[in-house]
């Protein structure tokens, strides 16, 4: 069994195997007839509560294969072409068996041209790696999305969506520009187990374009996933939030409790009352609960003990008075048997105090040998949304699994990390200039994520020659910092999307600071994106509309240049007034990262604007509507 794709006329994807091996002579890839064939067709608008935008369009074309083997085992086939790409996946039916292990899957995509490619490699266990820009025939393995361009300029992205109940698939190219799948495998070898015989797999999706933004633009991984099964979603709100956070990345506050704490119920108060002031409806707190001692060994931590210094009765109740939501953190270091002993009493706990969202961590490795990306991790990572769904709590998720499009059926699955964050610029060499501009065609196509946007002491002299200052991490040399400007730092809160949007810096960075201004005014809740212009590894322009306002972040990797952008997505007839956070004429990423200036100026629809920015800079402006 095999597929291609052509567009125009021309291969796209050259002839490519399909199917499976299972275990125990069981036959899931050849000697099948087909016995039918139904087409359709579908073309519908459907809404979800929030979104980089709230309403898509799901138009396809279907066709479903119906096969059958020698034994009775039945197989559909079932391919959706869109207008920007494809999706495809296996239904098996295999008649009186109590188990069904797959071993390997044998699905190809077989690239007819080279080109240059953008991933990272395949990894079990993270993706936070580094984007590699390789020529497609020179990538050996690669974790999905894995976007690419071809010689003959059709820019596309492997992936997979609706991942349910399977392991996460890898790619590994077999011959030139030819790439199979590779699945997570169990620690026995196995790739993927089923109680019975009947299996739907995920999503094998290529979403495809003529320009580099329109991948970006794509809603094919959402399309490919299940409608809301959520009851009531009234409950699940974007939010701006600040937390007790990069101090603990940046060594001078600790997860645990010390001298150092940063956690404690004085700490959280400041950060609610920061956060009320400043038109954030969220605050974050890590380290408040017992067992930060053994992260990195047992990992043995509690999620309804408080540390001592830490009263969450106190905090939860400030917090409700000044109307601040406060997202709470499990960490579990991977301790997986530990985190879903505690998982239902941990949850209704937060409830009960009213915290209705959480920020997950599996910094660790699972005990028993267990992949993080396996069938397995699949499993939990879908047991922790759907126990957090029975409490009306959201979920942002750190070391995840990839972000496939869920949070259509599960809209409580908000954001999650899942690539290199804002954390690694803390503590090891960081992320290059050019990491921003890779994430939107790569990272992003998948969903949101929580990279932590926003430092604005860029060169950490408040806090590098602190007395309280210890290094906790061993990729730490002491000459960590942020690589971009800091008109960069607001464009990625635009830019890169999360429905939890946090401005990551210490709060006493951003107070006084005319440039804050930005994340105040910003809305998390956004109706409506588009990605107007850029090039993956090199630029990236992107709009989003939220009520009546406009967001526009621009970035660029270390080439500065000047980017024309017309303002035709603003409403025609209106004036708005858009303020302007800029490199300053001196900036520059590497010697003088923190010149900014500030402008404001009167536009409409009809006008461009012409964005200049500096080497591994960027630009963010707010459009407002002036009431005339
Ligand atoms: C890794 C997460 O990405 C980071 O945000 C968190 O602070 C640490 N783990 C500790 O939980
Ligand atoms: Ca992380």
Redesign the pocket.
């Known amino acids: 069994m095999a597929y291609r794709i052509s567009i125009n006329d021309s291969s796209f994807i050259a002839p490519s195997q399909l199917g499976f091996e299972a275990n125990n002579g069981i036959n899931l890839y050849k000697d099948f007839q087909i016995t039918g064939t139904d087409f359709s067709t579908k073309d519908e608008v459907w809404t979800q509560p929030w979104g980089e935008n709230k309403s898509i369009r799901n138009h396809y074309n279907e066709v479903a294969i119906h096969l059958k083997d020698s034994k009775a085992t039945r197989l559909t086939i079932r391919f959706r072409a869109f207008d920007d790409g494809i999706g495809f996946r296996y239904e098996y039916q295999v008649p009186n068996i109590d188990s069904l292990f797959i071993i390997n899957e044998l699905t190809e995509f077989n690239i007819a041209n080279n080109g240059v490619s953008w991933s990272i490699p395949a990894n079990f266990e993270t993706y936070e790696l580094l984007y590699r820009t390789l020529p497609i025939n020179k990538v050996e393995t690669a974790n999905t999305p894995m976007t690419f361009k071809t010689d003959n300029d059709i820019y596309a992205s492997i992936h997979e969506a609706a991942l349910t109940d399977f392991p996460e698939m890898t790619l590994k190219q077999t011959e030139a520009c030819n790439f199979k799948s590779e699945l997570a495998p169990w620690p026995d070898g196995i790739k993927a187990r089923f109680a019975g015989g009947n299996v739907t797999t995920p999503w094998r999706t290529i979403q495809i374009a003529k320009e580099a933004v329109g991948l970006i633009n794509s809603g094919l991984i959402l399309n490919l996933n299940e409608p809301c099964a959520l009851e009531t979603t009234d409950w699940i709100k974007p939010m701006k939030y600040v937390g007790i ?1 990069w101090g ?2 940046l060594g001078v506050e600790t ?1 645990t409790m010390d001298d150092r704490h940063g956690a404690t119920t004085e700490n959280a108060k400041r950060y609610i009352d920061f956060a009320a002031a400043n038109n954030i409806e969220a605050v974050m707190f ?1 380290g408040w609960n017992e067992g930060w001692e053994s992260w990195g060994g047992m990992q043995t931590f509690d999620y309804t003990k408080p540390y001592a210094d830490f009263d969450i009765v106190e905090v939860a109740r400030y917090a409700k008075e000044k109307n601040i939501q406060i997202i709470g953190h499990h ?1 579990t270091g991977g301790n997986i048997p530990n985190y879903e002993r505690q998982l239902d009493k941990a949850y209704k706990w937060y409830a009960d105090l009213g915290i209705h969202s959480v920020k997950t ?1 599996y ?1 660790g490795a699972y005990p028993g040998g267990y992949w993080h990306h396996s069938q397995y991790g699949v499993r939990h990572y879908r047991k922790v949304v759907e126990t957090a769904a029975k409490y009306h709590t959201t979920i942002d998720a ?2 995840p699994i990839k972000d496939t499009g869920i949070r259509r059926t599960y809209p409580n699955m908000m954001t999650r ?1 899942g690539a290199r ?1 804002m ?1 690694w610029n803390g503590w090891s060499e960081g992320n290059p200039p050019e990491h921003h501009e890779l994430l939107p065609f790569t990272r992003l196509l998948a969903g949101p994520m929580d990279y932590t946007p926003g430092t604005f002491d860029i060169l950490y002299e408040k806090t590098r020659n602190s007395p309280k200052r210890k290094k906790w991490n061993d990729l730490d040399k002491g000459n960590s910092r942020v690589n971009t400007t800091l008109a960069k730092q607001i464009a990625n809160w635009v830019i890169l999307y999360s429905p939890l949007q946090m401005a990551s810096d210490m709060i006493e960075n951003y107070e006084n600071h005319p440039a804050f201004q930005f994340f105040r005014d910003f809305d998390a809740d956004c109706d409506w994106s588009r990605a107007l212009a850029g090039e993956p590894g090199e630029f990236v322009v992107v709009v989003r509309k939220a009520k009546q306002n406009y967001f526009l972040g621009a970035s660029t990797n270390e080439e500065a240049r000047t980017i024309n952008i017309k303002l035709d997505f603003l409403e025609k007839g209106e004036l708005y007034k858009a303020t302007i956070y800029a490199d300053g004429k001196d900036a520059n990423w590497e010697t003088n990262p923190t010149d900014y200036q500030i402008t404001e100026q009167i536009v409409t629809a009809n006008e461009s604007l012409s964005i200049t920015m500096a080497t591994g800079g960027g630009q963010a402006i707010s459009f407002m509507p002036v009431d005339e």
Do not use: F, I, S, T
């Open positions: 956070w603990m990345h997860w890590e960490e961590g910094a750190h070391e990390e964050g954390e």
